[in-house]
């Protein structure tokens, strides 16, 4: 029984994609009009939340252990997805290719500099890759915007921090990530207890954005990137974190 079960928790995960890709149309077509406006991506994240959740119970009620199904194990399985839907929605605009990757290699580089244990790294390596997860809400395309964006767009491109932290919410093994990716676009004095990876990725995220181009204004050299965020020491960004940016290449 332990090896039928170990076996189909296997296939699951093997073909998730394949999966969810052939159940599509008909998820579409039993839900009916209330799904219409629901882009591809958004839904295949749901529906692969669900998917994690059923893999999860197949293995408590039987007993299985997560490391039997090693090395295809579900934190590697999701990651795998999100880093395509982050290359999906980096790919959306010409100003963000390869923004992600290059976020993850500053919080790396940042969190080795600070002297974190492997472990605390590799959660902050997974964060960072997920980050903008909520990004498949096509706030993206403000950036296209030939101009400085106003207040209230600001806010709706911000707000992908808190789809981004309801997607990953449902899923266990992610939920020492949700403050996070919840409040990485925060201010450091705008509350007094910021997640440390919040602090970290919110420093990476700016300083690499820095550096890209914008449909409003060109890209900073890293001296002048290195200038802004010295210049947000203390409001903007933690203090403590500021002196590793200029370690950031």
């Known amino acids: 029984m332990l090896n039928f079960s170990n076996n189909l928790i296997r296939q699951l995960e093997d073909n998730s994609m394949t999966l969810l890709a052939e159940a599509m149309p008909d998820v579409r077509a039993s839900a009916g009009p209330a799904l219409a406006n629901v882009p591809d991506s958004e839904l295949n994240v749901a529906l692969y939340a669900v998917m994690l959740k059923i893999i999860d119970f197949l293995r408590e009620s039987s007993g299985v252990r997560e490391e039997d199904n090693a090395p295809s194990s579900l934190p590697q399985l999701f990651l795998a997805h999100a880093k395509s839907i982050m290359e999906y929605i980096d790919g959306q605009s010409a100003y963000t290719v390869g923004h992600t ?6 919080v790396v580089s940042i969190g080795s500099r600070m002297g974190l244990s492997d472990s605390e790294i590799g ?3 997974y964060a960072a890759w997920i980050h903008n997860i909520g990004l498949i809400n096509q706030a993206y395309r403000l950036d296209t915007l030939a101009r400085s964006l106003t207040q209230d767009e600001l806010k709706q491109a911000r707000n992908h921090t808190v789809i981004g932290s309801e997607i990953v919410r449902p899923i266990e093994f992610l939920s020492n990530m949700v403050p996070v990716i919840r409040y990485h676009h925060n201010h450091f004095n705008s509350q007094p207890d910021l997640p440390l990876g919040a602090r970290i990725i919110a420093l990476a995220d700016a300083y690499q954005a820095m550096l890209e181009p914008r ?6 050299s890293r ?3 290195l200038q802004e965020i010295t210049k947000g020491a203390g409001t903007q960004f933690d203090p403590d974190l500021v002196m590793y940016a200029h370690d950031l290449t």
């Open 215 to 220: 449909a409003y204004r060109p890209a900073l």
């Open 223 to 225: 001296a002048e990137a």
């Open 101 to 106: 990757p290059a976020v993850v290699r500053h």
């Open 123 to 125: 959660d902050l390596e």
